[in-house]
């Protein structure tokens, strides 16, 4: 029974601490997040992502855009963009999207490579 509190107690604590980490990663992303609209023979589709470069690159997932025709970027103020799939790789569900031209005032996610690949493989 003490044993299972225990493993209980850890648990919980983990969970706190990874929630404190998804907080800090919301905090620093919420100004670069983008809705990401698709149109594809007929239908249309919906993701996000987020804005990584201030030329315009926008990481997603790759099922979001792969059978994509047209691909529509709105930025966190409001303005809408087209932009192109330039790189995907459907085994890791990513995808760069370049936007047609540089986003008016968006501000691009500020994380190092590394905290990039943390938070990726926290989220699943």
Known sequence: M??????LLLLSLATAA????LA???NKVKGSVVVIRTAEQGSS???SGVLISPEGRILTAAHVVQVA??????????ETLT??????EPSA???MLQLERP????AKIHVRPVDLRIWLRELG
């Open 2 to 7: 003490k044993r299972a509190l225990a493993s």
């Open 18 to 21: 990874r929630a404190d980490s």
């Open 24 to 26: 800090e990663v919301f």
């Open 45 to 47: 589709g919906l993701g």
């Open 69 to 78: 025709e047209s691909i529509f970027v709105e930025m966190p103020g409001g």
């Open 83 to 88: 932009a192109k799939v330039v790189a995907s």
């Open 93 to 95: 569900d990513l995808a």
């Open 103 to 106: 986003p008016t005032g968006a």
